[in-house]
């Protein structure tokens, strides 16, 4: 009997695979992307992040007696950029709504938010897949909201401590359709989304800061069914990684709930990502009625057909659309292109040093997608900060491609480029690293190399073969690296036979 | 000067300029009037002498570098819902009993660069919730008329104050008939602007789509100096109304030959107090023999008036209220064990029973499965309210009926009875809901109590209001009437004392 334990276990566990590859999951994102504006939604306050407690919160922003919300025009404009980037109906007519709950960190006891009539409808977003090809993505909707402040629980002797320096800073709550399959194109969508804000200028992306945060929304149902099973949501992912494990674990649970005759039950979670799970926040019975109705301070939004046009005249080359040019302009592979328009910075980096590299595309590429790529993540720095520029990568670059210098003395020039000795120019003639293509001085040197070794060019002569990579290397060991090394192997092919 | 005390607004202006007195004087002497006689009435919350002098001073210092306006000097007194920087703003209520505002309504800006005096803060029924000014924290305020009535409301304290000449004049607000029906129960001219014109900014907000500030005064000449100053723009009100201000004061002797006066059938019907009916048919006829064409008219829709505004008002309320929750400002519960408690406890607390009621009201008409039998049919009643005036206004210019439909009762006889309560204002309500400018006038007297004539015209016809109201008053000299008790010369009723 016992012999069969293994086989019964593997079996159990393959049935188990099958059963799992039985369920479809159904995922939604809700996304908060905080706007980059530099006063709040309905307020004159500034939005900087990191000051002390409650030293950004002017009168509107503490809810005081009295006090009135005013749109904050820059919010808008934003909202629009975003919906003409992915394609959305711009609402020539929207309404402000109030979200009413009671939190110490929300200081009018409700939140202005859009509800019945946002300002963004029915946009969608192109994903890459990981086993090819692309997906569409619907976007449902993007409204414009003030956040709420931060209650601190911390340093308080038992007490809550609020900040409500946050209070009314402009976000975009960007709602897709349930087209996600997977928690890996959750990440995909959120991660091209995220791409997409820091192109359009709108959002700074920081995610530690919570500038660009995600709930989201999760069911199974079995492959084929058509209805959508029972969902839950889970709060407040503010790291792609996190959304990553938040989503499978809670796809497992709910295939294990399923599986076992359960059902799920529709309520809020949290991830915990110390322990790496959800758990319950609130049901659907305790779910929060808000009572939104307009709110009868603001009219509703009226955006004019001119308005639209003046900020659709705003809109820079979107990333699909210079991944797309990036191939035929410059004949990169569709991976390459992805790689190098990830972000705007990135983009004009490469096409800055593509320009000062006179015409070594492939070369610059490879360099920008290499060299540089991995120095900065070493060095843990933005491609802003880069000690090396574009234009001095492009210099070192047109410097191979003109045979100044070769591959391997480039590496040692970039190294010397971001500790700070300037440009390669300037390096290569200090460190007198130019290559040398003086045939009558390379054909010195393989003279000297070939009497210095007789042995090897017997053995060599007597075909063995594999001693050419030996004379080349002492010809460039010889020379410090600076012979060209086509005309090196040229001329001792010549004189080695 | 003996009865500078008598002297409506536009004579103490005229006494300022001449120099015949100071404004010190003037501030001295209703500040007299204030501390004998207001113990009678109740109708200041707050008296701010020592600052009311130093502006008295300022102001006369002002007019002898020969920068004094028409009101530069002249004493007023603001509602209690004004935010007044540096001094308290309880609105009537409890829950703001220690809240000190840290800035100034717009109202009170405007007023106080036009140079005007403030004597102190007016009693008001809580958050404005009130026909009879019985439901302040700080206690009933009396009729001077009869001190066992009740002055109306729910600005109630500003009409007490006026009419008794404890100062020549003051701001009200109007939400539901608070500056009409007040005026009407008190012999004085009051005016409610269209919904736009004078600034929310400031003005505690009880329902914020039918709010409007506006003046209470003893006549329209007084009333078109003061609105002259509180009217205009305000870029921190959404809801304020870009719109040229006339010259109020140039337009008040226009004549009113032609003047097309409609008089809908609704308002002369049953519940009016025929006594009442018969003062506003001879103001009616006075208008006659001054030229204007008197006709009748319909507002089919008037009787749903009443409960439009019993949805709308509580529903609104109940969010602008949430901001009260013991966190930030205003009144905290002794020790609360938890954050439920705070809450549970400081609003219990704070606010009293007609306000407690209407948020009950406005959040159930709120909920969810509600807001489409309540709060979306409301705003379809309001509309059909709005459509009736628009109608009216094709074929008259002005629309003429009582005020109130009786004069001011008993204190105490419709506490019980809110329905009863709610009806006061039966007539005044509908101009709320369209927005619309109004004004009550006084129009004779049932009992030795005054009886208001209501005007309502169309959008911005706040001149017209007024000059109807001013040639009417230069037939007439019932709103030179002044309460017996209060009329004698201020030193007769400091040696009385």
């Known amino acids: 009997m016992n012999v069969c334990r293994p086989d019964s276990m593997s079996l159990r566990k393959l049935w188990v695979k099958v059963t799992r590859m039985d369920w479809e999951p159904v995922i939604g994102l809700e996304i908060h992307v905080q706007l980059a504006t530099r006063s709040k939604i309905f307020s004159g306050a500034s939005t900087a992040y990191g000051a002390p407690p409650n030293t950004q919160a002017c009168a509107v922003d503490l809810g005081l007696p009295g006090v009135l919300p005013v749109l904050n025009e820059a919010a808008v404009r934003m909202a629009v950029k975003f919906g003409l980037a992915v394609q959305a109906r711009i609402a020539p007519r929207s309404v402000f709504a109030r979200k009413n709950y009671f939190y110490p960190d929300l200081p009018k006891g409700y939140q202005i938010s859009q509800y019945e009539l946002p300002v963004v409808e029915g946009g969608r977003l192109e994903i890459s897949l990981e086993e090819g090809g692309s997906k569409l993505i619907g976007i449902t909707r993007a409204h414009l909201e003030e956040d709420a402040g931060k209650s601190l629980h911390e340093d308080f002797h038992g007490l809550s401590g609020i900040d409500l320096n946050r209070a009314g800073t402009p976000l975009l709550e960007v709602v897709s359709e349930p087209d996600l399959r997977s928690a890996r194109e959750a990440v995909a969508y959120m991660k091209k989304l995220h791409t997409l804000v820091r192109y359009l200028e709108i959002c700074d992306g920081n995610m530690q800061e919570g500038s660009f945060r995600c709930d989201a929304n999760v069911s199974v149902r079995r492959r084929g069914q058509h209805e959508l099973g029972t969902r839950t949501e889970i709060k407040n992912l503010n790291s792609f990684r996190f959304v990553e494990r938040a989503i499978n674990y809670e796809i497992e649970r709910q295939i294990d709930i399923l599986e076992g005759g359960g059902s799920v039950v529709q309520e809020t979670r949290l991830y915990d990502a110390a322990r790496d799970e959800t758990r319950p926040m609130r049901s659907k019975e305790e779910a929060l009625d808000y009572r939104y109705f307009p709110d009868p301070d603001l009219l509703p939004l009226v955006l004019e057909e001119d308005f639209i046009a003046a900020v659709r005249a705003t809109l820079p080359e979107l990333p699909d659309e210079k991944r797309e040019r990036f191939i035929y302009e410059f004949g990169l592979s569709p991976y390459e292109a992805e790689v190098l328009t990830a972000s705007r910075e990135l983009a004009d980096y490469f096409e800055a040093a593509e320009r000062a590299s006179d015409g070594e595309t492939k070369l610059t590429a490879h360099w920008v997608m290499g060299d540089l790529l991995g120095a900065l993540n070493k060095a843990g720095l933005e491609i802003a900060d880069s000690p090396v520029t574009a234009e001095m990568l492009g210099g070192l670059i047109r410097r191979i491609g003109d045979n100044t210098i070769s591959g391997k003395i480039a590496k040692q020039v970039f190294e010397a480029m971001w500790q700070g000795e300037g440009d390669a120019d300037a390096i290569i003639e200090r460190r007198g690293l130019k290559q040398v293509t003086d ?26 073969d594999k001693l050419f990579g030996f004379f080349v290397g002492q010809v460039m060991k010889a020379t410090q690296g ?16 | 000067m003996t009865d500078l005390h008598r002297a409506s607004l536009t004579q103490l202006s005229a006494a300022l300029a001449a120099g015949e007195c100071s404004s010190v004087e003037l501030t001295r002497l209703f500040l007299g009037r204030i501390q004998r006689l207001d113990d009678r009435l109740n109708s200041f919350i707050s008296v701010c002498a020592e600052q009311a002098l130093d502006e008295a001073h300022a102001a006369d210092r002002r007019r002898a570098a020969g920068e004094a306006g028409p009101l530069t000097g002249i004493p007023l007194a603001h509602k209690d819902i004004f935010c007044t920087d540096g001094v308290r703003t309880s609105c009537g209520s409890r829950m703001l009993d220690n809240f000190v505002a840290p800035y100034d309504a717009t109202v009170v800006s405007r007023l106080k660069a036009a140079g005007a005096v403030m004597l102190g803060k007016t009693n008001m ?21 009869d001190p066992a009535r009740v002055p109306g409301g729910s600005s109630g304290g500003s009409a007490a104050a006026v009419a008794a000449r404890l100062v020549p004049a003051a701001t009200g607000t109007d939400t539901g008939g608070s500056i009409r029906q007040p005026a009407a129960l008190c012999g004085l001219t009051g005016l409610k602007p269209t919904y736009g014109r004078v600034s929310r900014y400031g003005m505690i907000a009880f329902a914020s789509s039918l709010d409007q500030g506006g003046p209470l005064c003893q006549s329209a000449a007084d009333a078109a100096l003061l609105l002259q100053a509180m009217a205009g723009f305000d870029e921190r009100d959404s809801t304020s109304i870009d719109h040229p201000v006339p010259d109020y004061s140039a337009m008040l002797d226009a004549p009113l030959s032609g003047l097309k006066i409609g008089l809908p059938r609704e308002y002369f019907g ?84 007609e306000v407690k009621r209407r948020i009950m009201v406005g959040t159930y008409v709120l909920s969810a499965g509600y807001y489409d039998a309540y709060y979306l049919k409301a705003q379809k009643l309001r509309q059909l309210i709005s459509d009736d ?62 009886v208001g004539l209501q005007l309502i015209g169309d959008y911005f016809t706040e001149d017209r209001l007024l000059n109807a109201a001013h040639r009417y008053q230069q037939e007439t000299d019932w709103h030179e009437r002044v309460p017996p008790g209060f009329d004698e010369s201020s030193q007769a009723v400091g040696e009385g004392d």
């Not at chain 2, 029924?125 to 008329?145: C, H, I, L, Q």
């Not at chain 2, 103001?283 to 204007?292: F, I, K, M, N, P």
């Not at chain 2, 005036?389 to 009926?401: K, Q």
């Not at chain 2, 009806?423 to 129009?443: H, R």
Request: net charge negative.
């Open chain 2, 270 to 353: 049953a519940g009016l107090d025929p006594a009442v009916g018969e003062r506003v048919d001879q103001a009616v006829r006075v208008y006659e023999t001054l030229g204007a064409r008197v006709r009748e008219i319909s507002l089919p829709n008037t009787t749903l008036a009443v409960p439009t505004y019993y949805v709308v008002a509580p529903a609104e309320c109940s969010s602008n209220l949430s901001r009260y929750d013991g966190v930030r400002f205003g009144y905290r519960c002794e020790d609360p064990e938890d954050l439920m408690d705070l809450y549970k406890r400081s609003r219990g607390e704070g606010f009293g029973a």
């Open chain 2, 389 to 450: 005036f628009r109608r009216a206004f094709e074929t008259v210019d002005l629309i003429a009926g009582p005020t109130s439909p009786s004069v001011a009762f008993p204190l105490g006889a419709r506490l019980e009875d809110p329905i009863q309560m709610y009806l006061s204002d039966i007539y005044t309500i509908a101009a709320n809901l369209a927005g619309l400018p109004a004004l009550s006038l006084p129009c004779g007297f049932v009992d030795g109590l005054p």
């Open chain 2, 125 to 145: 029924d809580e958050f404005a919730m009130g026909s009879s000014n019985e439901t302040s924290y700080y206690g009933a305020v009396r009729n001077p008329w």
């Open chain 1, 482 to 497: 600076k012979a060209n090394p086509a005309q090196v192997n040229a001329l001792l092919k010549k004189k080695l036979t």
């Open chain 1, 439 to 464: 045939s009558a001085a390379i054909e010195k040197v393989i003279d000297e190399v070939l009497a210095a070794h007789p042995a090897q060019v017997e053995q060599y002569r007597a075909g063995k």
